[in-house]
């Protein structure tokens, strides 16, 4: 019975997650909007720099280094990206250890296609342009894909959990018959 009730949960969590998983401009765009948008946009300077070409301004080595730690590479003396220190009021960008490398280049790759779509209509298609206001968080809008995915796996998963109640419900009238 147990397994029953896992078995359509375990595949449903593994369709949600082929879901996030999907093309690398997709799963770029949820890791900046989550670590990265804090603090950067793609067209201008933020608490950070503008991060619009920075595959052209950089190596893509050098920014995975500089992504996961940027504090090491600002004390290796590295000039640039000391100079940007100064430039953006000595603000620490955080390590983000925690990226791999094939996420930071996804997040290139969302850079890329926006810095594109920037260039091809003047601006970001359904990004709200406006600084961040408390309680408001801009450039919710485009990664609609995954809410909608969210949204479907969390009601099935709640018509699975229903639909095991009801079949416990019908077990234990069964048992109350016999
Ligand atoms: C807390 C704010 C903050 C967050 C969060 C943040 N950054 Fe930064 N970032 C900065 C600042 C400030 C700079 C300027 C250099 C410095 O002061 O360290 C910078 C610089 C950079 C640069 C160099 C840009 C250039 O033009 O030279 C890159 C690339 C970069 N960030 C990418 C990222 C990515 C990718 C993420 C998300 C994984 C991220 N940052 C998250 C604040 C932040």
């Known amino acids: 019975m147990k397994f029953s009730i896992l078995a359509p949960v375990v ?19 949820n890791i900046f909007a989550l670590k990265c948008m804090l603090c950067h946009r793609i067209e201008r ?10 595959e052209k301004r950089y190596s893509i080595d050098w920014i995975i280094k500089f992504v996961k730690s940027p504090g090491k ?18 603000t620490v960008m955080p390590d983000h250890t925690e990226l791999s490398d094939d996420d930071i280049r996804n997040i290139i790759a ?23 206001v408390e309680g408001k968080k801009p450039g919710n809008f485009h990664h609609t894909g995954f809410i909608i ?15 095991a109640v009801q079949v416990k419900r019908l ?7 016999e």
């Open 73 to 90: 590479i600002i004390r290796s003396g590295d000039t640039s990206a000391e100079a940007l220190f100064i430039k953006f009021n000595r």
């Open 45 to 54: 300077d933020s608490t950070g720099p503008a991060l619009a070409n920075v």
């Open 11 to 29: 595949f449903f969590l593994f369709i949600s997650w082929y879901q996030i998983k999907a093309g690398p401009i997709d799963e770029g765009r």
């Open 110 to 132: 969302y850079i890329q296609f926006q810095t594109k779509q920037i260039a091809s209509i003047g601006a970001i298609p359904m990004e709200n342009n406006d600084p961040p």
């Open 171 to 177: 077990e234990r009238k069964m048992h109350g018959k």
């Open 149 to 163: 995915s969210f949204i479907i796996v969390i009601s099935t998963l709640i018509l699975v959990l229903l639909f």
